[in-house]
Nanobody
Framework: VQLQASGGGLVQAGGSLRFSCAASGRTFGGYALGWFRQAPGKERAFVGGISWSGSTYYADSVKGRFTISRDNTKTPVYLQITSLKPEDTAVYYC?????????????????WGQGTLVTVSS
């Protein structure tokens, strides 16, 4: 499965952004999805996941501002971020794993998108 992520860019603090993650040539039926980010000088970290049924889980640091959504009959899967902060500056990755439930660990994913950069200016 090839994943294609898009939606990054330069945004002012307080703004919003929506990322999309699409599977090339298919829907995400049968896959759980996760979103990760890697800030400059830091390791890649989990920010949220969505199961096959649509249940979601978010890292404490992003709860209330990040929303992941999906429609299993379609692609892509979306990550909406509101009230952006400079510390949200990072490369954002989507990842997919076969199965019902997302994983909090990047080792739990079979497929990765190429990453898309977000820079939040203060």
């Amino acid at each position: 499965v090839q994943l294609q992520a898009s939606g990054g860019g330069l945004v002012q603090a307080g703004g919003s952004l929506r990322f999309s993650c699409a599977a090339s040539g298919r829907t995400f039926g049968g896959y759980a999805l996760g979103w990760f980010r890697q800030a400059p000088g830091k390791e890649r970290a989990f920010v949220g996941g969505i199961s096959w049924s649509g249940s979601t889980y978010y890292a404490d640091s992003v709860k209330g501002r990040f929303t992941i959504s999906r429609d299993n009959t379609k692609t892509p899967v979306y990550l909406q971020i509101t009230s952006l902060k400079p510390e949200d500056t990072a490369v954002y990755y989507c990842a997919a794993r076969t199965g019902y439930v997302y994983s909090l660990s990047q080792d739990g994913y079979n497929y990765w998108g190429q990453g898309t950069l977000v820079t939040v200016s203060s």
